[in-house]
């Protein structure tokens, strides 16, 4: 039977740090489906569309890679898709203890369970709000966010 | 002398956690006040009144339970109703950090001390917040929030 | 009914963190046992009739006090004393990890519960291990130990 | 190509979190090898022959799990066994600093990943530390030890 | 050659702790520039040019603390000051995983090396967060705000 | 007045990740002494006079920085050496924890304070305990120990 996984986010940009676990999770996945979640009330840096235009890019050379845009609670979008896994990355502790509440609430609603892999060392300083920031000042952040995207971001109207 | 607690918080919404720590702390305490918090400038999913009414449903049976709202400092609202303990729950270390400079500082300016339990450990992942996005989404909260709680909010306007 | 608590620790020394958590523990609990373990296989700086002795001193104006020495568990000593709760300080996050897994797994196997105080802001760097340290090295410690037993340990023959 | 993955500990003894997690692992992995660890320089409670003989009763309905025994570095046992993934449980966020420092370390020597799964949440005070101390005082373990191990630890000269 | 830091904030409001950590990083740096921060985008309890004046006063006595306000990267107006450190306090394990995420970052984009004092136990709980509510509920937080601060903020039209 | 700090640590074996922090503590000191403390009840995997000898070798072209070794307490050590800073780097919030305590105690007790830098991402899961425990089963560890220290433990007896 086909793994299949889901890697939830809202990815405002997507980082090298996601990048990385999403390929470490191929090997334990068929298909890993990114699910780039948005929520109507919130605001964001970069629209979802282009959020999942970015992303897309970035793995047009993988096939077991999709990505989709989704508005339901995460179980409810992994069991439409017959996902029986949500990967996830952990940075730090902090990281933990919220992924821990979210995950052990996604198991008691649907069984589902959360598989976590760790960020590499040099990613572990990397998440999205710090990367955001540094595009509002129009810093470098090449470092931070995969190629392909960050020349799309650069060629954005939005930056 | 009567030995009287608050227990304080938003309650957006009250949750099983919040029921088990107060029934645990009627073995402390003569008598507890529920003091539902809110701020004028904050938006709530549930508004003050329906969490007054709702948390009132649930401990009808109980005469050493109050519900009470309040506005102000939550140890000058204390000190109003003679009580000289705060209790809380704690549920992950993250809360505990948050809980404690809290703490210290309201012992710091007016003496009374906070007393904690523990959550119980199937409660430790529930929080009104992850709980507050199931209700958005429609989701199966049942397992999460009191039953009578549960109920009422079915039957709301809000839901 | 009498509100009895068991106060456990191995308290090697017992410091002013600890003597600030059991008065205040007073307005809580009509007694509290201060309840000095001891481990046939572990080796302490203070004996365990020498640690029980400088805790009865200090506390020699307070009929609500006990103290008591203990091998067996914590939860079976509690019973045997009809202490239906077990008061615990806490200073740091990691403390509290450690803290809440003891507490759930004692309330799990008896039904007690464990209420939790927090160590006032100037006491949280103060714990036995780095007190025994300085005792060691004849640092002076009197700032980390309640007086009069701080006066026993200097007359003590162990120091 | 079949996935393996090894899932090191010293299991001093196997817990019922422990148990959780290998189940929970077949979703994932072909095959499970449990790696009982062992250090001539450390004492045990059981001995490794004895965790190692607990362990396979428990699993003797499971063909896809096997138990060993290994003395050498954990990701040096991987690679001799052909696991390209190291299994593994956190409980806390104490857990996961230990963890994370020693699955970096493990994936710089060799790329070989750890695969983190959360114990659930009655599961997460329970540590083979704290369930030690019960055995050593004769309380009764029985809600934490899977109940075909806990019977062959009633029935050891050990206990 | 000069040591210059800049010591970066909101400081909305400064605290006893800010004040703390200021004066123990001049034994470090020939010169500490307070580094008032401000984003358009957001709201603040005092408007920069206020947080600026009440720091300004309180360091009247020190001619090698400067207060300035910015709106660029931290690092970038730390480049165009000649300041080769970011000076920060620390206050809690939770700040510590914000501020390592931040501080790595930063020495990865700049080269330029954050250097942490601990707060002191007694201002370990002041966070102004905390600070700001009392003030907005018109309590006395005069233990918590350095005198002359405290003194311009009771005369100030936003209080 | 020159600026002299400490580095102090048992440094079984010095790591990559020290000397990291030691090279960046020497733009803010203008000495630093690397102090190897020992404990004459504890054992060591390598012998003080090797740690020193290692720790010498690898900072023979850096006049500011010299070793030694002591046994008294911290702050005793740094007094009698004139050192008015205690150096020390953070790898996470686990040690922020330990080390906080530490050094407010140290504070506390003789006005010296510790100053904090982070190590660099890729230098955080590195701890002397995991490498020592490469090295006792003849791992690689060649990427978490400075060239010169490795060389030398290579040909040291103990290895």
């Known amino acids: 039977m086909e793994k299949i996984a889901i890697f939830p986010g809202s990815f405002?940009?997507?980082?090298v740090g996601h990048e990385n676990?999403?390929?470490?999770g191929l090997k334990l996945f068929d298909?890993?489906?990114i699910a780039v979640g948005y929520n109507a009330t919130k605001s964001y840096y970069f629209n979802v569309e282009d959020r999942k235009r970015f992303i897309e890019a970035q793995f047009s050379d993988e096939s077991r890679i999709t990505v989709e845009t989704y508005t339901n609670l995460?179980?409810?979008f992994a069991k439409e898709r017959n996902a029986d896994s949500?990967?996830?990355?952990i940075r730090t502790a902090a990281d933990f203890e919220y992924e821990?509440?979210?995950?052990?609430?996604?198991?008691l609603m649907s069984g589902i369970d959360s598989v976590f892999l760790l960020t590499?060392?040099?990613?572990?300083?990397?998440?999205?709000?710090?990367?955001?920031?540094?595009?509002?000042?129009?810093g470098d952040a090449s470092q931070f966010i995969p190629d392909i995207i960050y020349q799309l971001i650069l060629d954005s109207d939005n930056y």
């Not at 949500?86 to 990355?89: A, F, N, S, W």
């Open 12 to 15: 405002d940009p997507f980082t």
């Open 21 to 24: 676990i999403v390929r470490r």
């Open 31 to 33: 298909k890993i489906i």
């Open 74 to 76: 995460t179980v409810e």
């Open 86 to 89: 949500i990967l996830r990355g």
């Open 100 to 107: 821990r509440a979210i995950a052990q609430v996604n198991r």
């Open 120 to 138: 590499t060392p040099e990613h572990t300083p990397v998440n999205s709000s710090i990367v955001r920031d540094i595009l509002k000042h129009k």
